[in-house]
Nanobody
């Protein structure tokens, strides 16, 4: 069984910073891409940032220059450093991993439970 557990969300003032972490655990054979998505009330879930196993990254236009995604392959962990936060960044943030479990022949998408980020004064 595979689990993704996020941490690091919370309440922050505009202009502040937060760092999200997501650790994958369980019977994992290999992790390919990892990423962060977010969903604000009344809106669809959207990709915030993604990172491949080789370290290539991509970002939503709305967060470029403010957010940085990174990963530690030895720890099966992905991070999202969020700086210069804005009220419109308020959402539930979800971790995603495209990985192959030990007893599986193909990769699948796995999701964390989500962590709330609220940017407000």
């Amino acid at each position: 069984q595979v689990q993704l557990v996020e941490s690091g969300g919370g309440l922050v003032q505009p202009g502040g910073s937060l760092r999200l972490s997501c650790a994958a655990s369980g019977s994992i054979f290999i992790i390919y891409a990892m990423g962060w998505y977010r969903q604000a009330p009344g809106k669809q879930r959207e990709l915030v940032a993604g990172i491949t196993s080789g370290g290539s990254t991509n970002y939503a236009d709305s967060v470029k220059g403010r957010f940085t995604i990174s990963r530690d392959n030895a720890k099966n962990t992905v991070y999202l450093q969020m700086n210069s936060l804005k009220p419109e960044d308020t959402a539930v943030y979800y971790c995603n991993a495209d990985l192959r479990a030990t007893m599986s022949l193909r990769s699948s998408d796995y999701w964390g439970q989500g962590t709330q980020v609220t940017v407000s004064s």
